[in-house]
DNA sequence: GTGGTGACGTATA
DNA sequence: GTATACGCCACCA
């Protein structure tokens, strides 16, 4: 591995910031783009302690690579469908149309 | 040091 | 479409 953890969050934010309003995307696209396709289940610690982050992170954005939420604890369901994504049973509908990559930006 | 756990992903059937 | 198996890495008891 590379990245150090703080290097490792710092890019998980990053991308996470540049996420627009009803738009989504995935871990392993920011596991990617940080440059570490396996450590997928980093960027949801990542995700889990954004809320101690200095900067608001919009963790709701961010779901797994199905579309399906697994964090419904923290609203997040709930966040989304007031930016105006459909959620169907936790999961994005259209989900694919409302994707963002790091390539789109 | 070791093992269990988790805001995960991909491969396979 | 779902179910199961395996890998992956950081955190915590």
Not at 20 to 42: F, L, M, N
Not at 58 to 70: E, K, L, N, Q
Not at 86 to 97: A, E, N, T
Request: aromatic share 10%.
């Amino acid at each position: 591995m590379s990245l150090s953890k703080e290097e490792f969050c710092d890019r998980v934010y990053e991308f996470a910031r540049q996420v627009p309003e009803g738009r989504v995307t995935t871990y392993g696209a920011i596991a990617r783009a940080v440059g570490e396709p396996k450590s997928s289940r980093r960027v949801g610690y990542a995700m889990r302690v954004s809320d101690q982050a200095d900067s608001p992170i919009p963790a709701h954005r961010v779901v797994s690579s199905s579309g399906t939420i697994s964090c419904k604890a923290t609203r997040v369901r709930q966040f989304l469908e007031n930016e105006g994504v459909d959620i169907v049973d936790d999961k994005i509908r259209g989900f694919k149309k409302l994707f963002w990559d790091e390539f789109e930006k």
